[in-house]
């Protein structure tokens, strides 16, 4: 699977999944918010480093299309009918993989951020609890992208 991020203006970005298994899927915008570490990349990176098979981009790799929708129209209309009427839930396995997606990047962007010096200290929900092994190892994931998104210009794109 190749997901290509691609920087907006501001701390916008587009994401493109491209998959050998399953409907093609339509990019979409991602939520923002951080000049160097962009939400979906933080979990991209996140589930590559800690295994994560069945997180945000596990589940369109293994051939749902998750958070994305299918390019195809037909296509996506179908998977409309199927959330609406059979209430599609995602297994067990994939909404703790999910969870443990969300808090990997919830403690591990904070980490990050007081080791370069950008917090003083981390807040009170990391502090609280031990911070996974994993961590220190996403974090220089993070080490080796933020950086080179940073100076991406508008358009530029990391895959």
Known sequence: MRVVFTKGPGTSYGIAVHRGNGAALDPRNGPG????????????????EAGIELGV??????????????????????????????????????RA???????????????????????????????VREIPEVVDRIVSRFDDHADRWHRLPVGGALA
Do not use: Q
């Open 57 to 94: 981009y596990g589940r369109p790799a293994a051939g749902d299309h998750g958070l994305f929708w299918p390019a195809d129209p037909a296509e996506r209309a179908r998977a409309v009918r199927r959330r609406r009427t059979e209430r599609v839930r995602p297994s067990p396995r994939a």
């Open 33 to 48: 918010g951080h000049p160097y570490l962009p939400h979906d990349l933080v979990h991209f990176l996140a589930e590559a």
């Open 97 to 127: 993989d999910m969870a443990r997606s969300e808090e990997l990047a919830g403690i591990a962007v904070p980490v990050r951020e007081v080791r370069r010096g950008h917090l003083a200290e981390l807040p009170a929900y990391v502090t």
